[in-house]
C-alpha cells in the first residue's frame, strides 16, 4: 500500500520560500511519477507540477514555470516542492499524488495535503 505524507507548509510573507516535502512508502517507485497539485479555497484542485522518479525528468504548468522546483531523493524515498518568490494566489492547500506511468493521468495515491498561505 503506497503512503504519502507531506509536510513542509506554512504561513510566509509575499516573496518568501517553502520547500514541500512528500515522504514515500508502501513499494519501490521505478516506474512512478509524482505530482504536486493544490487547492484555493472554493476552487478545483490543480495540477502544478510533476516528475518521473525513474530519470528525473519534469513537467510544469506554465503558471509556475521560473519558481517551483520539483525534485526527488531516491536514497529518502522523498519528492520536494521548492516554491520561491511566492505569491498570494499560491495560498491553499497542497497535495502529493502518485501514479505509475508517466506525469499525466489519473493519479492513484494521494497525500493529506499541506497548507501554504502567503499573507503580509
Known amino acids: 500500500q503506497v503512503q504519502l505524507v507531506e509536510s513542509g507548509g506554512g504561513s510566509v510573507q509575499p516573496g518568501g520560500s517553502l520547500r514541500l516535502s512528500c515522504a514515500a512508502s508502501?513499494?519501490?517507485?521505478?516506474?512512478?511519477?509524482f505530482g504536486w497539485f493544490r487547492q484555493a479555497l472554493g476552487k478545483q484542485r490543480e495540477f502544478v507540477t510533476a516528475?518521473?522518479?525513474?530519470?528525473?525528468?519534469?513537467f510544469y504548468v506554465q503558471s509556475v514555470k521560473g519558481r517551483f522546483t520539483i525534485s526527488r531523493d531516491n536514497a529518502k524515498n522523498t519528492v520536494y516542492l521548492q516554491i520561491n518568490s511566492l505569491k498570494p494566489e499560491d495560498t491553499g492547500v497542497y497535495y502529493c499524488?502518485?501514479?505509475?506511468?508517466?506525469?499525466?493521468?489519473?493519479?492513484?495515491?494521494w497525500g493529506q495535503g499541506t497548507q501554504v498561505t502567503v499573507s503580509s
Open positions: 508502501g513499494r519501490t517507485f521505478g516506474n512512478y511519477a
Open positions: 499524488a502518485s501514479r505509475e506511468g508517466s506525469w499525466f493521468g489519473m493519479y492513484d495515491y
Open positions: 516528475i518521473r522518479w525513474s530519470d528525473g525528468s519534469t
